[in-house]
């Protein structure tokens, strides 16, 4: 009679660890499926949660199509240095902005000189060939060079609004020294004081303030805060400042 109630003892703690082994291995992959979801939904709240909509693939499908017509026509090494400097006086720092504006200077001239065949077979269709092909270069070179007067149009209204907003500035950053902060210090406050008032100024403080932070020697990035944004005063505030 023991040995039986032994053996009925044995089955007993047997089948309550089989079902607590059980429990325990169903908890276990709950739980694991629970932190499974956590960090599926963390990664679905950092990522887009929309895909590209079509107008901005129509987007990028023009900006590849303006890069191939730019490397058709593109400039030698000097020039694609002048004109990265143009480009930061005006405040486009993309990579690919060189290629999109040679791009924009091909597709122009095409626009123009089918503008004028256009009007020519429509309306002028009695102008001598030798006027023809003088009118055809000529609308072809004013689409050619009309991203260049966009540019320098961009580049006299930013330097316009830094030269405006530089006075309020400087009384900032004598305020800010005075209070007791350091230059770099004083620079960034001053950059994002003037933030809502004048975007232009302020991320060029902005960027001097990540040349510093990177380990840029502050004669340096001054400079090159000079370089970038091409006005007189700055270039003498820097000069003072060194």
Same mark, same amino acid.
């Given at each position: 009679m023991s040995y039986e109630i032994l053996i009925f003892l044995l089955i007993f703690v047997v089948l309550m660890m089989f079902f607590l082994g059980v429990y325990?291995?169903? @908890?276990?992959? /709950?739980?694991?499926? $629970?932190? %499974?979801?956590?960090?599926?939904?963390i990664g679905e709240e950092t990522s887009p949660k929309e895909r590209p909509s079509f107008l901005n693939n129509i987007k990028i499908?023009?900006?590849?199509?303006?890069? *191939?017509?730019?490397?058709?026509?593109?400039?030698?090494e000097g020039e694609i240095s002048y004109l990265k400097k143009r480009f930061l006086t005006a405040g486009y720092r993309g990579e690919n902005v060189i290629l999109l504006f040679f791009g924009f200077k091909v597709l122009f001239s095409l626009i123009f000189l089918a503008g004028f065949f256009f009007v020519k077979f429509t309306?002028?269709?009695? %102008?001598?060939?030798?006027?023809?092909?003088?009118?055809?270069?000529?609308?072809?070179? +004013?689409?050619?060079?009309?991203?260049?007067?966009?540019?320098?149009?961009?580049?006299? @209204? /930013?330097? =316009?609004? +830094?030269?405006?907003?530089?006075?309020?500035?400087?009384?900032?950053?004598?305020?800010?020294? =005075?209070?007791?902060?350091?230059? @770099?210090?004083?620079?960034? /406050?001053?950059? $994002?004081? +003037?933030?809502?008032?004048?975007? $232009?100024? *302020? =991320? $060029?403080?902005?960027?001097?303030?990540?040349?510093?932070?990177?380990?840029?020697?502050?004669?340096d990035a001054l400079k090159n805060l000079a370089n970038r944004t091409d006005l007189d005063d700055i270039k003498s505030l820097v000069t003072m400042l060194i």
């Open positions: 325990y291995y169903i @908890d276990y992959r /709950r739980g694991k499926k $629970e932190v %499974i979801q956590r960090i599926k939904k499908q023009w900006t590849k199509r303006l890069e *191939s017509l730019g490397n058709l026509i593109r400039p030698k309306t002028f269709k009695l %102008i001598p060939p030798v006027q023809t092909l003088f009118l055809a270069i000529l609308f072809s070179l +004013i689409g050619f060079y009309l991203p260049h007067l966009w540019l320098r149009i961009k580049i006299e @209204d /930013r330097k =316009e609004k +830094i030269q405006l907003a530089l006075p309020n500035a400087l009384d900032l950053l004598v305020v800010c020294v =005075e209070a007791g902060m350091g230059l @770099d210090a004083a620079l960034n /406050r001053v950059g $994002e004081e +003037i933030k809502l008032t004048n975007k $232009e100024l *302020s =991320e $060029e403080l902005k960027i001097l303030n990540l040349e510093l932070r990177a380990g840029k020697q502050r004669r």
